[in-house]
């Protein structure tokens, strides 16, 4: 069955770091395009980072310098590192790959 699976979100201080994971079940996730989405209190979801078969990566302007997307090296899982993350950086935080989404993890950028 193919499934994602996001985890790692939380409070964390503004200027800290905290890293999301994405765990794919029923494919190989290196296979896919697979990009990290942000969902403010709002209901559009905003592409914050994608990865692509081979390692090459795109980051929206907004997120560029400050979160880094990474595959894990011995892991069917995909990284969202959050570097000195805003407040307006809170909200929920999803993963898609192979045409499914994952049910999300919410960060809270709070001091």
């Known amino acids: 069955q193919v499934q994602l699976v996001e985890s790692g979100g939380g409070t964390v201080l503004p200027g800290g770091t905290l890293r999301l994971s994405c765990a794919a079940s029923?494919?190989?996730?290196?296979?896919?395009?697979v990009g990290w989405y942000f969902q403010g209190p709002g209901p559009l979801r905003e592409l914050v980072a994608s990865?692509?078969?081979?390692?090459?990566?795109h980051y929206e302007d907004p997120m560029r310098g400050r979160f880094t997307i990474s595959q894990g090296a011995s892991k069917n899982v995909v990284y969202l590192q959050l570097d000195r993350p805003k407040p307006e950086d809170s909200g929920f935080y999803y993963c898609?790959?192979?045409?499914?989404w994952g049910r999300g993890t919410q960060v809270t950028v709070s001091s």
């Open positions: 029923g494919f190989d996730i290196s296979d896919v395009v």
């Open positions: 990865i692509w078969p081979g390692d090459s990566v």
């Open positions: 898609n790959g192979k045409g499914r």
